[in-house]
């Protein structure tokens, strides 16, 4: 099946411009997150979803970066007046239950946000 | 503190032989799970292996098996007969249980690995 897909794969912005990135997760799980990669690092949590609940946004960084899940699949992951720093991978992963055993999460591509 | 560490920025391999990946983790949480990545330079996370921490036996997906030490709090990834499609970087990751009330994962800087032909 579909594997989790995001959009765009590329963005460049203008310092101070908003920008939206969209996470398809896989159909029928439960668990969405998002994660955001610094050039050689390990990808950093950012917030977590279960259906359409925000139920952890300990990760964003900023009052700028705001994220939801209002029908509890398709997320956006919504950054205002970029600036430099936020220049990452943004990468979404979805797993099927809220809880249980393995609840391993399965990435998308990223999204790679350059900020001019 | 760290939570996971990954003590090998690169490493190389020869193609055919095996390769171990280090990976130490701490946490106070009895219940975690350990779980190992691939990202190949297109940048999709790919899932390769996962170990409970109250699972007896060390886990193993084909190629790839896991070196679990608890008393140690290590979970090194072993890959045997290297092929050159494994040259990527690998993420050592934690979960951490119910207690913390925690979803995510907490990742580890990487390892680089090159297969040499």
Redesign the interface.
């Known amino acids: 099946g579909a594997g989790v897909s995001q959009s765009p794969r590329y963005k460049v912005a203008k310092r101070g411009q908003d920008v939206a990135l969209r996470c398809d997760p896989i159909s029928g799980h439960v668990s969405l997150f998002w994660y955001q990669q610094a050039l050689g690092q390990g990808p950093e949590f950012l917030t977590y979803f279960q259906n359409e609940a925000q139920l952890d946004k300990s990760g964003l960084p900023s009052d700028r970066f705001f994220a939801e899940r209002p029908e509890g699949s398709v997320s956006t992951l919504k950054i205002q007046r970029t600036q430099q720093e936020d220049s990452a991978v943004y990468l979404c992963a979805s797993s099927l239950v809220p809880w249980g055993g393995q609840e391993t999460q399965y990435f998308g591509p990223g999204t790679r946000l350059l900020v001019l | 503190a760290q939570k996971?560490t990954q003590t090998q920025p690169g490493m190389f391999v020869q193609e055919k032989e095996a390769v171990t990946l280090d990976c130490t983790y701490d946490t106070s949480d009895p219940s975690y799970?350990l779980?190992w990545?691939k990202q190949p330079s297109?940048?999709?996370?790919?899932?390769l292996i996962?170990q409970?921490s109250y699972d007896q036996q060390n886990a193993t997906e084909g190629r790839y098996s896991l070196n679990f030490q608890k008393a140690r709090k290590s979970a090194n990834l072993v890959i045997s007969a290297s092929q050159l499609g494994d040259s990527a970087m690998y993420?050592c990751?934690m979960?951490e249980g119910?207690n913390t009330?925690?979803?995510?994962?907490?990742?580890?800087?990487?390892t680089r690995l090159q297969v040499q032909p």
């Open positions: 996971i799970g779980f990545y297109s940048g999709e996370m790919i899932f996962y409970g993420f990751a979960r119910r009330g925690r979803r995510a994962l907490t990742f580890g800087s990487g």
